[in-house]
């Protein structure tokens, strides 16, 4: 899929690549497109498309209408029961469902869904969390209840496994490096353990090292949850016992952190999903907050996405868990309660300008 020009071209693009949304107010088109912050702020973002099952990246044929006018069909089935993780890239997105123990895998190009994880004599999931994909298309996914890491090909063919045995006490994220030769495992750990910390692993799952403790201190995580490899190469770690992100180096050295338990502006209080950008930009979704809070590489707040939202409608949110990013900027964010996957486009200056010379030229 080529470059966005525009926001018009942008949804039709994206959608296009879908093959179609699910219903027809979940296509916005240039006179009724979702931008967040609302105007008249300039936007960052435009809501694209939701997932809710195969019928979001199938297109819509003249049967499927035929039959719709006859049976007065409107009512699309969601596939997903209690959707967490979401990882995206090369034209996969894979969303983790913890109730049904498996993984779905929207293949955009082929306009199909695959389940990942349900059958086989090895990979048969259990409990799926965090969820990563690699350059070439691997898919890992962190199973806290087999107490590791599965690796599966691009149509969910199972590989290999990271984590030996007493290894990992409860992985629930994963995050691999862009060339595929390291891979870091959140091992969560418990209320009983001092083993809440970041293990490192090669792309052959030889532990590499580990850093990280329980604690309160700089560099100690209280129930570490997600973890992402930020453009620089620096390790993000979303520490949610202690309400706050935590940067790291490559080799797990401390740099820097920021966040606190709260209500206000940039506070945490359900911290759950994480993701970074390409610009170093980091997200972090709130399931109390209902929303995802966009922090620069520093940790100054930029904006949120969502709000106090109980209607399901595109771009609304009600328990927001995984944040992921692609490489064409589109953000998918989970949404448990409402059994979906939004998905947003992070604008670029050239399509900001746009937005904004038009609505000048309207107004």
């Known amino acids: ?186 091992d969560t750990g418990g209320i009983d353990s001092l083993r809440h910390r970041v293990v490192a692993f090669s792309a052959e799952g030889e532990k590499l090292f580990e850093f990280g403790r329980r604690g309160l201190k700089a560099g100690e995580f209280n129930l570490p949850t997600q973890v992402s490899v930020a453009p620089n190469g620096e390790i993000i770690v979303l520490d949610a016992g202690n309400f706050r992100v935590q940067v790291f180096t490559a080799e797990g050295r401390y740099q820097r952190s920021w966040g606190r338990v709260g209500r206000a502006f940039g506070d945490f209080a359900r911290p759950r999903g994480l993701a970074v950008d390409a610009d170093g930009n980091v997200y972090v979704s709130d399931t109390l907050f209902r929303n995802v809070q966009v922090f620069n590489p520093k940790g100054e707040l930029l904006l949120a996405i969502g709000g106090d939202q109980k209607k399901d409608k595109p771009g609304t949110l009600a328990m927001p868990a995984g944040v992921a990013i692609d490489e064409l900027q589109n953000v998918y964010i989970v949404d448990q309660f409402f059994k979906k996957v939004e998905v947003l486009h992070r604008l670029q200056a050239s399509e900001i300008e746009a937005i904004v010379t038009k609505r000048k030229g309207a107004g």
């Not at 962190?142 to 199972?158: H, I, L, N, P």
């Not at 006490?169 to 891979?183: E, I, L, Q, S, Y």
């Open 1 to 186: 899929m080529n470059s966005f020009k525009k926001p018009i071209y942008l949804c039709m693009s994206f959608i296009a690549l879908l093959a179609g949304c699910a219903a027809p107010q979940q296509k916005p088109d240039a006179d009724n497109a979702i931008y967040w912050p609302e105007p008249p702020a300039p936007p960052r973002f435009v809501h694209v498309a939701t997932l809710i099952s195969e019928t979001s990246i199938k297109p819509v044929t003249m049967e499927d209408r035929f039959r719709k006018a006859l049976t007065g069909e409107r009512e699309v089935p969601r596939i997903f029961s209690k959707p967490f993780g979401v990882a995206a890239k090369n034209g996969l997105v894979v969303v983790g469902d913890t109730v049904q123990r498996r993984c779905f895998i929207f293949n955009l190009q082929r306009k199909k869904v695959y389940p990942l994880g349900v059958a086989g004599r090895e990979g048969v999931l259990a409990k799926p969390l965090g969820i990563a994909i690699g350059a070439n298309s691997e898919i890992y996914v962190a199973d806290a209840s087999a107490k590791r890491v599965y690796v599966y090909d691009a149509f969910g063919m199972y590989l290999r496994s990271i984590g030996e045995r007493g290894e990992l006490d409860r992985p629930t994220d994963v995050a691999v490096t862009p060339d595929g030769k390291r891979v870091y495992v959140v």
